[in-house]
């Protein structure tokens, strides 16, 4: 095991009801903040007026900025900003996804900072302040909700980046009502579920080892989606299934299950440059790279892979023939994902071009920059991903 | 899923060498402390010096007291209280096991109060503030590093009681080397483990319903567990196996593995007078007494007891003999126990004599309070497993 510093102080108020404690909890914080929304749906359902009736009761001033879409925007940022700048708000309240909390952040370090915020995350600076954050959540998938991570998109030149400040970016509180994501379409949650485990692949991942606690915590986070995702998608006012996806979407992302080992990123760079070019939901994207990048990896460790064949996927294993249990593994993982109704080609995606070279030159900054620590990816290696993630390199099998 | 608040905000240093960050991590908080150590085996190995070492570099002042034993005093609790209200020490670090630190957090707790702090244990007041206490943790066991809760026992009586503040007694950080549990011998080990898993057992037996994720999150501790305590009695000096048991005995009580479930908490009171009286280990105690009271309870949720033998100790269900496979179950963790060297009946732990009613009583409030959540204990079923934990009941198999 690595050594490791851990701290995760975000208060989770969950179940339901438990959107009418926000008033109370923003409170504590804030008299005066910046309600960021997303693209509408809120109002539709009625929490919107949930929340400001909580925070009105509790003597919370607020300001609305809505629109925060699918892959945030640089542009709402900076106008959240000047917002929050212009109108003395110090406090940021997210109600929505991860877009929505990811974009709240974003402003939240950008309000003290004297350059664009940008700056944080292209490295050329490092965020030592930032406005408190707390969260509505209406969809489990990012794990935004008590990380300390952000992706943003910039307009100009279709750059998605992240930025991760544990000690800054954290939210104080986040609140989670399982009934609030009843409404989330099957295809949402589905994307959103494959988002989750994928943040799990990103983990399990490692060159780490003696990591066993953590493998089963891994584990325990995929058979939780395994389970729960046919069942939401079979009947989507299920609570108790919907609780359950919530739960697993924040603890796939709170880093305790990755803690004491090195993960690995590499998909969901590889993923960022199909969401900042052709606007696919990120999990969607996630849900097509990694059975690609599973099958490129494949002999890395072939001990890694059939452990999580064996044990996530209940396969018997083929002593005689380890990578042939691997790869059944990758099949039952691209099987479960089919069944969700999730794309399994670039092409189901709805992508027809071939900007792969585009793409890999971008992930890899002109190829100055390696993906990736499980395997350590050149350029022409994520050229090769994005080939084994259409329909004729699937047909090829592993390359690597 | 029952609706939950949870917030750990602890700060884990977690690996080789952490200890030397003590003084940074200390001075963020306070520039004179209590150092509250143990029965002197710090001084042996060295780490006081070092701890004093780093304190000093930080430009931290300390007084020591010493002297905290397995089922900590109250009388030392007092004298901790009264040393920090007339040197004004306004923070407590603990450098030991679970014992130190709950001293220490009984001695946060009662700083700032106007009364006895043993009125927080016997439910006359409730913590509204503690000083701010941070530990340096030597054996794996209680989980108090993270937790809110602390155990004292008061000497007028025998009394052994619990108090819970997640507010207020979750240290501000905590020190995890395993380098530092090398030298626990490995009895001390194995009970710390009994008391690891004693810790999950509480929170897997509850009537609360779908559970799905946190079952599986318990199932990983108790994995990890089996896995890893035979490493550590074969080869001491083993960090690996070592540090997956430091690591596994913080989360088995974070409270994370517990959340949207009613846990139980009746062993642990039956424990309590056991150690209260005896003075015996209590992950000893528990060892005995948790097996005596799955049997006692096994017909109360039968299906429960099976998954735990199937997915846990990988038994085969037997479906036309559930009950056969239940006792399996409890029967692999005796065996399992009995093989890391812990007794396995109250004879074996050197009690002969029979204070069974005597200790039901008073763990009852003379039968006025029920204990556990799972199944409400009355007073006579109280004894009845303490009966079942004798040599003799344990003959007789389950009784309820």
Not at 231 to 254: F, I, N
Request: with cysteine.
């Amino acid at each position: 095991m690595d050594n490791f510093t851990y701290q995760n102080g975000t208060k989770i108020l969950f179940g339901r009801g438990t959107e009418t404690e926000v008033g109370v909890e923003t409170k504590k914080h804030s008299s005066k903040v910046l309600l960021h929304t997303g693209m509408g749906s809120i109002k539709r359902t009625g929490l919107f007026d949930a929340v400001v009736s909580s925070l009105e009761k509790a003597g919370v001033a607020w300001v609305e900025l809505a629109g925060a879409q699918p892959n945030p925007r640089l542009s709402l940022v900076h106008k959240g900003i000047q917002m929050c700048r212009e109108q003395k708000l110090d406090f940021i309240l997210a109600v929505g996804g991860g877009s929505v909390i990811d974009s709240a952040k974003a402003i939240a370090a950008g309000v003290p900072y004297q350059g664009d915020v940008w700056d944080f995350f292209v490295g050329k600076a490092k965020v030592t302040s930032a406005l408190p954050v707390g969260t509505v959540l209406t969809i489990p998938a990012a794990g935004s909700e008590t990380s300390g991570s952000t992706v943003v998109t910039n307009e100009d030149g279709n750059y998605k980046k992240g930025l991760t400040s544990e000690e800054f970016l954290r939210p104080v509180f986040s609140i989670l009502n399982p009934e609030l994501t009843k409404t989330l379409p099957v295809y949402e949650t589905a994307v959103g579920a494959a988002d989750i485990m994928s943040h799990v692949f990103e983990r399990y991942f490692t060159n780490s080892q003696n990591v066993d606690f953590s493998d089963r915590l891994c584990e325990a986070v995929l058979k939780g989606v395994i389970r729960n995702l046919p069942l939401v998608l079979a009947k989507p006012q299920d609570y108790d299934a919907r609780a359950e996806l919530m739960w697993l979407g924040t603890q796939a992302h709170s880093d305790l299950i990755g803690m004491g080992r090195v993960g690995d990123w590499a998909t969901h760079d590889i993923e960022h440059e199909l969401s900042g070019i052709y606007d696919v939901p990120h999990g969607a994207g996630l849900a097509v790279m990694f059975p690609a990048w599973m099958k490129f990896n494949l002999n890395h460790d072939l001990d890694r892979f059939c452990q999580l064949a064996v044990r996530v996927w209940n396969l018997e294993m083929d002593h005689k023939n380890p990578k042939k249990t691997a790869l059944e593994g990758i099949a039952k993982l691209q099987g479960f994902w089919a069944s969700c109704g999730l794309a399994t080609s670039l092409e189901k995606l709805g992508i027809h071009d071939n900007r792969y070279a585009e793409m890999a030159e971008k992930a890899t900054g002109k190829g100055k920059r390696k993906l990736g620590n499980f395997v350590k990816l050149e350029q022409k290696d994520v050229v090769s991903i994005y080939e084994l993630a259409s329909e004729k390199g699937a047909s090829l099998g592993a390359t690597r």
